[in-house]
């Protein structure tokens, strides 16, 4: 619709210009405003008003038309036609105006004063070159310079509605473009007729005048227009060199007609020119203002933008404490000023004892609650000067700059543990709380904050491992210790090089035949200096680091070569027996173990079911998912048995739920003397054969024991025999005092 009325228009347009017509004229503007009425039926724009309001401005041009070409019909002085022309323009500058307010978001102080910069300098070019030789024309009545005047007047008043509608933000659509293109010729037109001298004028501005009538009457078919008064998201339009430019030239009018005064005689009214340079003047001071603070205004989003992802950066989102990475640098920065001065640092590190067993039993979001509460604890108790963080998990920091001795940092400490250990109320529930404390202190700065973490981490192990709820101080016999762990852990890696590390083999006994059914796979360190160390006295400093898992991968692959080796010399005797590798929880945590294990078995040529792999009952607690390995491993063939159980980590009413074949009952139940020890071996024995698991008792020292294990009805035993080496020796009794048991049926060496 939109084309063919622009096509139609433009033809009776140029057939008016060919043959001039009164009726041809009137009816093109007459199709404006009937266009436009359409237009805004058709459309539905969200804000109709803009759109009657030019409408009523064509109507009120096209009677000026008929009136100015049918004198006749009314006869008034002023003459009608100029009132209808006049009253045109205040119709149309208030559709414009509110067009130009329905699109802007909000305040746009920038295209306000630029649209006034522009105006103002247009305006003050059109005033001296149109207006004011009519307004000192005293030859003409005041009433006709008036009328003369008011349509350069009128024509400003367009013009800067025009420039804001351009300065405005907003997208550019094809009926924005029209409607502007629409006051092009308009003013053009109204500027070239106020300046011509004489009765007529050029029949070509007629046909400006039409092109608008037509232009405007397109601007509202166009469906682009009822999107043309919808607010923009853009606050205030780009700063482009066009619009530079425009500014530029505008402010220059002044100027450039002082200068045409001085070189061509132009006849201007210098304190017109004073006070247009003067308006100007204050307009672009006022931009220059505007842009300051806009620049000041950007820096502060800047500098409020950069501490924001500062904070986000160095804070933690669950608490609002300083995160991990910000509190060592705090730590190193206090550091450094104790190099500096002299002044000592002290540090605490505050960990949760059993937080896994808070979020197991009443979920994360209790779990997130509850760090919250310990922070904010934490918070409310150090000082001003302290610095309190969140290093992950639930583990917290106190940073105590300037602490006088380790026995300052553990009256702090000690003024902390009582009411972080206070139970939080989380919904009505009261959930307890115990927290370990490791204190460490460097009096001088002469250390680096990740070494001061691993002190007080260090500390915080052996709160632990002394029991729940307690304070230790890193000083000279931790550090002592350190060192000795330190030294021992290079001896042992060392030691594998050299081939120090041996395994020996423990026999495991059917309890009902009292026949060797399988090993279990222990290590020994053939130390230079120390004789032949077992396990315990090196297993534990391994465990400390990722060593432990080379040294399981490392007793796996021996263990599973050494009983093929076995069976491929003695099939007959070893072809059914099993071994038993025990890992640490580092190693059944660690995405390769199932890869490990297969490497193992398959190097070895060995059976999955003749191997079984220990974890301990700590381990199942300590390993997230520990699940998820150990029936990988079952699926893949490989017994698994649960070490250490009965040292009350499992309820007897979870054993079967027990991803494993096996228990091994600890020593301690096995050979306990304690009221009710029985009885409660029996119970787990029971509980597991009811959950289809065999049942293997460790520990067990004489034939007594065995014994009583048979009426109890254990699958297995060890410990009756000592560990060798070789296991094709045949079996020695661990404890030379215990009488061998008349029923054992061990095949000795052919």
Not at 341 to 353: A, K, M, P, Q, R
Request: proline share 5%; with cysteine; glycine share 8%.
């Amino acid at each position: 619709m939109t084309r063919i009325y622009l096509v139609t228009g433009m033809i009776a347009t140029a057939a008016y210009l060919l043959v001039p017509s009164t009726a041809l004229y009137v009816g093109i503007g007459i199709s404006c405003v009937v266009a436009i009425l359409i237009g805004v039926r058709v459309n539905k724009p969200v804000k109709p008003l803009p759109w009657y309001l030019m409408a009523a401005g064509q109507g009120a041009w096209v009677t000026g038309d008929l009136l100015y070409d049918l004198p006749d019909l009314v006869s008034t002085n002023p003459p009608a036609s100029d009132l209808a022309y006049l009253a045109a323009y205040p119709l149309l500058a208030a559709g414009l105006a509110v067009l130009v307010h329905s699109r802007r978001p909000g305040r746009d102080t920038a295209g306000v004063i630029d649209s006034a910069i522009v105006t103002v300098g247009v305006g003050l070019l059109s005033w001296v070159l149109v207006a004011d030789p009519i307004v000192d024309d005293s030859s003409t009545p005041w009433v006709e310079r008036a009328i003369a005047a008011a349509y350069p007047a009128g024509d400003i008043l367009l013009l800067a509605l025009v420039v804001r509608l351009m300065a405005a933000p907003g997208t550019r659509s094809a009926a924005y473009r029209l409607l502007v293109a629409a006051a092009i010729p308009l003013i053009a037109a109204d500027t070239a007729f106020a300046m011509q001298t004489g009765t007529t004028y050029a029949a070509v501005l007629d046909g400006f005048w039409l092109v608008s009538y037509v232009l405007f009457g397109a601007a509202a078919l166009h469906p682009t227009m009822a999107r043309l008064s919808t607010p923009t998201a853009v606050r205030t339009a780009p700063f482009t060199a066009r619009r530079l430019a425009a500014l530029a030239a505008a402010v220059l009018v002044a100027p450039v007609l002082l200068i045409a005064n001085l070189t061509h005689g132009l006849q201007v009214d210098t304190w017109t020119i004073v006070l247009g340079a003067s308006v100007l003047s204050l307009l672009v001071v006022a931009r220059m203002a505007y842009n300051i603070e806009e620049i000041r205004s950007t820096a502060r989003q800047r500098d409020q933008l950069r501490s924001d992802l500062f904070h986000e950066a160095s804070h933690d989102s669950l608490t609002g404490m300083a995160n991990g990475p910000y509190m060592r640098q705090q730590i190193g920065a206090a550091l450094r000023r104790g190099r500096r001065g002299g002044s000592s640092v002290g540090l605490l590190v505050v960990d949760l004892d059993d937080f896994d067993e808070i979020n197991d039993r009443f979920g994360h979001g209790v779990g997130d609650l509850v760090l919250r509460s310990v922070g904010q604890r934490l918070r409310s108790l150090v000082r001003d000067v302290d610095v309190v963080g969140r290093l992950g998990g639930d583990q917290f920091v106190v940073l105590i700059d300037s602490v006088a001795s380790d026995h300052d940092a553990m009256i702090m400490a000690a003024h902390l543990l009582p009411t972080i250990n206070q139970p939080v109320e989380v919904s009505g529930r009261t959930i307890p709380i115990c927290a370990s404390i490791g204190v460490t202190t460097s009096m001088d700065g002469g250390t680096e904050a990740d070494h001061l973490l691993h002190e007080a981490n260090v500390a915080i192990r052996r709160a632990k491992a002394s029991g729940r709820g307690r304070i230790e101080v890193f000083d000279n016999r931790l550090k002592s210790e350190l060192r000795e762990r330190a030294a021992i852990e290079s001896e042992l890696r060392a030691g594998f090089a050299d081939g120090e590390i041996t395994i020996h083999y423990q026999p495991v006994l059917a309890v009902q035949t009292e026949m060797v059914e399988g090993y279990e796979a222990q290590l020994r360190w053939n130390h230079p200096d120390r004789g032949l160390l077992t396990p315990d006295a090196f297993l534990p400093i391994a465990m400390t680091s990722d060593l432990i898992c080379e040294v399981d991968r490392w007793t796996l692959q021996e263990a599973t070569s050494a009983l093929s080796r076995l069976t491929a010399a003695d099939p007959g005797r070893f072809g059914d027996l099993t071994v038993t590798v025990s890992i640490s929880g580092r190693t059944l945590a660690s995405a390769n173990l199932l890869q490990d294990v297969s490497a193992a078995l398959e190097i070895a040529d060995l059976a999955p079911h003749r191997l079984t792999i220990g974890v301990t009952e700590m381990a199942l607690v300590d390993v997230p998912n520990a699940v998820l390995p150990l029936s990988a491993l079952r699926h893949a063939g490989v017994f698994v048995s649960i070490d250490d159980f009965g040292t009350g980590r499992t309820p007897v009413g979870q054993i079967q739920h027990l991803p494993a074949d096996a228990i091994k009952i600890h020593s301690t139940l096995v050979n306990s003397e304690e009221p009710g020890a029985r009885e409660l071996l029996a119970l787990l024995v029971s509980a597991a054969h009811g959950s289809g698991l065999l049942v293997v008792a460790e520990g067990v020292e004489d034939i007594g024991k065995l014994a009583d294990l048979r009426l109890l009805e254990c699958d297995s035993a060890q410990g009756l025999y000592s560990a060798s080496p070789d296991p094709t020796a045949g079996p020695v009794l661990m404890h030379p005092s215990a009488r061998r048991a008349p029923r054992l049926r061990i095949v000795p060496d052919q």
